[in-house]
């Protein structure tokens, strides 16, 4: 896909090693980590927006979602949207196969090379974190 839009790919092997690298990284574990950023680069068009700018929203992979292109200003969001929040919630860890009820499939949970029997999956409390973290960044650095 990338190479059919123009994309450049690099989940290549030959950039950062493919799915083997991938597979070796998740074998000794990874940290679930939740962020909220900006994007000054590109105004988070490549998201949901038609993206490269420059290309025609017909072509392929451009057109990748209703915003429009002159939206996600970061100083602009920054400076007006000062009381948005997030909550991230419902988060659960856990052996695959463990957090969620598995009914109407007769699959049980994988096993196998690499697998682990754990204890029940665990819930982590929710956390509300403030949008704008403008200031902290500009008092911190």
Known sequence: MKTAVGDTNSFAAHVHGGLETMGAALKKGMVLALSIWDDYEANMLWLDSDYPTNASATAPGVSRGPCSATSGDPKTVESTET???VIFSDIKLGALG????????SSPPPSGPGSTTTTAPQKIPAVRAPVNTASAVDKAG
């Open 83 to 85: 009381s948005d929040y």
């Open 98 to 105: 463990s957090t969620f009820s598995n009914t109407g499939s």
